[in-house]
């Protein structure tokens, strides 16, 4: 059987490291994960974008990836501004690059730009002409998503994968890279505290010290 490859569709730079940086630091030196991430940070297009920068040394220092792309489809709290057919066609791409066996996406919840990527995920994934689809399509966690601020997770169809504490520390370094974001707000709910807080819960949930949790949302079997 061919090894599973992953691919993690982010909306901003932190997601990624957010939704699926345990499941990476487990399985990363052993199995190819490919992140995406469409919003850029910049108020112009000629500005610099300091989450690039940030989000290159989360993965090259503590999570293993097998590639990274920005793609800059739009900008921060813009997405629902956003063409949802023009995004759909970017993870089309994507997906035909990449071919995963496993394809990550944004929980709907509280934030604008999880929601329009997350509908755009479900109309590129629609099985049209040739398109390789991958056998299984996840949603991933933001804390917020799961302490009342928006859509509640789903209530079936999880998968709770256990961590040890090292690579809930990985996971953590990693979103610490994300200075623009934490660097004065350490303790806040959506961050690294955050973070590890939602592993411990969910791994109460799973009788294990940490786990990270992902929701099917549709398996092919071949």
């Known amino acids: 059987m061919a090894p599973r ?3 993690i569709v982010a909306a901003h730079h932190d997601d990624a490291e957010f939704g699926c940086g345990g499941i990476i630091a487990r399985y990363g030196d052993a199995e190819a994960f ?11 297009a000629d500005d610099a974008d300091p989450r690039e920068d940030e ?3 989360a993965f090259e220092i503590h999570l293993p990836v097998k590639s990274r792309a920005f793609l800059r489809a739009f900008q921060e709290t813009t997405g629902n501004l956003t063409h949802l057919g023009s995004l759909a066609n970017l993870v089309q791409q994507c997906v035909a690059i990449a071919e995963p066996t496993d394809l990550y996406i944004p929980l709907r919840g509280f934030n604008q730009d999880h929601d329009a990527v997350h509908q755009a995920c479900l109309i590129a994934l629609r099985p049209v002409g040739s398109m390789v689809m991958p056998l299984r ?5 933001y804390p917020g998503d799961v302490w009342g601020l928006g859509e509640p997770p789903p209530s079936s169809g999880s998968r709770h994968t256990a961590l040890t504490e090292e690579q ?5 370094a990693a979103l610490r890279e994300h200075r623009s974001q934490f660097a004065h707000r350490e303790g806040i709910l959506v961050g690294p505290v955050g973070a590890r807080r939602l592993a411990q819960y969910r791994g109460a949930a799973a009788g294990v010290e940490y786990a990270e949790t992902h929701h099917l949302i549709r398996e092919v079997v071949p």
């Open 168 to 172: 809930v520390d990985r996971k953590c």
């Open 34 to 44: 490919h992140v995406v991430v469409l919003a850029h940070g910049k108020l112009t």
């Open 5 to 7: 490859s992953h691919l």
């Open 137 to 141: 399509v996840w949603t991933y966690e």
């Open 55 to 57: 989000s290159v040394r």
